[in-house]
């Protein structure tokens, strides 16, 4: 059983120089309270890895704008123009992953396999410093797997497992990241009893999570 | 009739009943205002649940239920909630029958570049290297040229998305297949003169026979 | 729209010699009546990828026992003795893959991976013959994608678009096989309507699904 | 006693609360019946559901709920349902707390041997190689010699089943502990001599002080 924390108790967990994995996509299904009270406490040198940088003001982006990030790791920063400032400026480091091989890194990290092989990337600019893999005649670029300290999972339900359900496009990144951090924070939107979540529908066993956040009503 | 609606109209044709098609954010999403009512396609965001629908009657939005550039939309009658895993899976495992992009260049080789600028905007290339190396079929859906700007040319100058030959390449002046012999003209624009797409076309066009004009309602 | 076959029509549909995935479990989770059905049928020469070949008389077991196949990959077949006697004859060649990396070669295939790096098998026999890929100084066996001409999937409940829900330990190979097959035959227990399953209810996407067999009851 | 409820009641005590633990197939299986009532311990089958229950009652099992043998059994309150995917994406990714295997050879490096007899038994090797590659505790429990033949060995000359050093190997005769030293013996099983145990293992045992006998009930 998992005792539900205040979302200021569990930003208290992550420390100074984590790496965290984000969940969200443009600040969809994004651990939202979770986020504010990072925010809040002043946490500083984050690495993040998440899909995206939303945009100033949302999710990802308020850890942005407050300076709490010294490198992201992701597939989109379009639409946060402070994310491209403080790139251009040298103020924030920034890799730029394709989407399908960021989730697969982030898959593999959390199931242990050595790596992805994967097309995408072939002979563009993501190739550059990477190993290159045959397989029967076909290239295929080696992606590292991706861990992190925390992964930051937003969810529709969980029970005091930790078993979590989620909720049509806010799924996105958020059940690979909950196989891939070394502590997994799981901020719900609702929380019930053991046993009230039929076993069919949970989409992230409660063995994977470690922290629970408070429902958010 | 604007140019994005001749393209969007044209590149609607293309799609045929109970296709799985990913309209990427911009011109190509106004391809699905285009399908006849009459045919059933699964539209597939990126970011999660294939068979999306149309914006909801406001009021009716939910947070946890947009496309992927953040917009609302609704989920159709047997949609199904897919996560990053699950979406990519699908474009890059080859189950995705077609996506619509935009474009910045594409080059003789049928190659398209349309993920940054170097020195000017680097947004990151989201789902856009997946897809265009993953798709069954690609289709660029760009104007003709850009402020003048020849957008059709022997060799992209910006960096590729992905060095796979796209499908089709859809204007408001051409419709243009990559073939292995170069870029076949198959259609023109509404009025336009085979001179004029020659002429604001930066790479070799071949021309066979009479090219149609585009058959648009 | 599927229109559901019997299961005798499903069966017609696989010529001999095809390379099937079939889901199951120690033939929990296997679609029983399709493969009763090609039994009937005496389809032969197939090549099976299954985690295992059941018990005679059961499942998978019963393709063994009518010797309707020429090759088996598979984890374990130790509670079929059948396949073990057919084994050490020489009818019926059997490669024994490690169960993790049986369920990741299979996704492999489905998602459009080169292939698995894995930690698992270095050092043993499977190791044999295969490249190992060094990450970051650590050795991993590199274990080629599997694809089938065909993946036979057992299933709780579908919709008429093909969206499969599974049940309990049923699960096991059949949502991982459905992303795999060239055609995706699936055997559920009831059919319903499109729009009764809820989008966060669904495991397989209906565009991954050829063929629906009729509900049980 | 008999020698497995030695075995397994030995075993037994290394469970933690909340841990998530692998039980094989026999004499594994039955440390189940040795936690003590107040211990809660997530029981996860490689076949699907984290939370395996006992036999249900007879006339109330169900064909879709099964342990990796085959058996029925029951999902305790707050039970998940996974695919063979996550099954080994938690085996493989280091989630999965500890795996109680049966051995039929370990050797001074702690090395296991547990799939086949060339020539004689090849079963397959389902899960096994998975399990003592990626589960971060290794407990091997099997009787202590086979028909006389010793089992704990210098130099395995059965098969492996990975090149990792397990944790402990628990028999009837004894507890020993693999090191980077060699095997350490830690504990006596009821009755037996120093002696007996030296006689019936086939490689050096570190004997250091006093080796006290197990603590059983």
């Known amino acids: 059983m998992k005792t539900a924390l205040s979302a200021d108790a ?6 100074d120089g984590s790496v965290c994995l984000i969940g969200g996509f443009m600040a969809v299904g994004s651990p939202h309270r979770l986020i504010d009270a990072m925010v809040r406490r002043g946490v500083k040198n984050l690495t993040i890895v998440a899909n995206d940088t939303a945009m100033p003001g949302k999710g990802i982006g308020k850890l942005i704008t407050c300076g709490a ?9 379009g639409l946060n123009p402070e994310t491209q400032k403080k790139m251009i400026s ?8 394709p989407q399908g091989t960021l989730v697969e890194r982030i898959r593999a990290g959390g199931v242990g396999l050595g790596g992805v092989l994967t097309a995408t990337g072939i002979g563009t600019l993501v190739e550059e ?14 992606e590292k797997p991706i861990k992190g300290d925390f992964a930051l999972i937003g969810c529709k339900q969980a029970d005091y497992y930790g078993n979590l359900e989620y909720s049509l496009t806010a799924h996105n990144f958020n059940p690979i990241m909950a196989l891939a951090g070394k502590q997994v924070i799981a901020e719900p939107h609702h929380i019930v009893p053991v046993g009230v979540i039929s076993p069919d529908d949970v989409k992230t066993p409660g063995v994977l999570v470690n922290h629970l956040i408070e429902r958010a009503i | 009739m604007e140019d994005k609606d001749i393209i969007a109209q044209r590149v609607a044709q293309e799609i045929k009943p109970e296709m799985l098609v990913n309209l990427g954010i911009g011109l190509p999403s106004l391809v699905a205002n285009f399908l006849p009512k009459d045919v059933h396609v699964f539209f597939q965001a990126e970011n999660g649940v294939i068979g999306l629908g149309p914006r909801p009657p406001e009021g009716m939005e939910d947070e946890d239920l947009t496309d992927a550039g953040g917009g609302f939309v609704t989920a159709m009658p047997g949609a199904a909630s897919i996560d990053s895993a699950m979406s990519f899976a699908l474009i890059r495992g080859g189950h995705l029958d077609m996506t619509v992009l935009g474009g910045l260049q594409v080059d003789e080789r049928g190659y398209l570049a349309n993920w940054m600028v170097p020195g000017k905007m ?5 789902g856009a290297m997946d897809l265009v190396a993953g798709a069954k079929e690609v289709i660029v859906a760009m104007v003709h040229t850009a402020k003048g700007a020849q957008k059709i040319v022997e060799r992209c100058t910006l960096p590729l998305t992905a060095v796979r030959r796209v499908s089709l390449i859809v204007t408001e002046m051409a419709v243009i297949k990559p073939t292995e012999r170069g870029l076949v003209l198959l259609e023109r624009g509404p009025g ?3 001179d004029a797409i020659v002429k604001a076309t930066g790479a070799k066009l071949i021309i066979e026979g009479d090219v149609p004009e585009m058959r648009l309602n």
């Not at chain 1, 990030?69 to 920063?77: C, L, P, W």
């Not at chain 1, 040298?90 to 992953?97: H, I, K, N, P």
């Not at chain 1, 410093?129 to 080696?142: R, T």
């Open chain 1, 69 to 77: 990030v010294r490198k992201v790791i992701a597939s989109h920063i």
């Open chain 1, 10 to 15: 569990a930003a208290a967990l992550i420390p």
């Open chain 1, 129 to 142: 410093g990477k190993q290159i893999v045959e397989v029967d005649g076909k290239p295929y670029l080696l």
């Open chain 1, 90 to 97: 040298g103020e924030l480091e920034v890799e730029l992953v």
């Open chain 2, 192 to 194: 336009v003169s085979l």
């Open chain 2, 122 to 126: 680097v947004p990151g290339m989201g």
